[in-house]
């Protein structure tokens, strides 16, 4: 396992990716829009995602701000097959709060687990 990113809720798409390419000097690694669900995610660092962590910019098109601290999403850590994982973390006594599944309209298979004080992880299958 690694950590793939952070996510954070934002009200601003185009200011946040703005600030932490243009004043945090991090770069804009890949973004798209999910009509379907209404959102867009936007992935910002400082070298690919293949090599180190991210963060995830997520733009909800039906909420222009959040209050601070509710913005906070989760961490997500890739594995290699997220079914066996949730499998092997419920095993282990872990709470699966979403089952492994594609994503909300898209076709990458991901799974939500929930540490001992509420905070979600999430887990994302290698692309191989």
């Not at 804009?28 to 660092?45: H, I, K, S």
């Not at 909300?104 to 799974?111: C, E, H, L």
Request: glycine share 12%; net charge negative.
């Amino acid at each position: 396992m690694r950590i793939l990113h952070t996510m954070l809720r934002v009200g601003d798409l185009n200011r946040s990716i703005d600030f932490y390419t243009k004043v945090l000097g991090m770069a804009l690694l890949r973004r798209q829009d999910y009509p379907e669900g209404r959102f867009t995610l936007a992935f910002v660092g400082y070298g690919a995602e293949s090599e180190q962590a991210v963060i995830e910019l997520t733009y909800n098109w039906d909420t222009s701000a959040y209050v601070l601290g509710a913005g906070f999403g989760h961490i997500a850590l890739e594995v290699d097959d997220v079914y066996q994982a949730c499998t092997q973390i419920r095993q282990l006594g872990g709470k699966i709060i979403r089952e492994a599944g594609p994503m909300n309209a898209g076709t990458t298979i991901i799974a939500f687990v929930e540490d001992p004080d509420g905070y979600a992880i999430e887990l994302i299958g290698c692309k191989g």
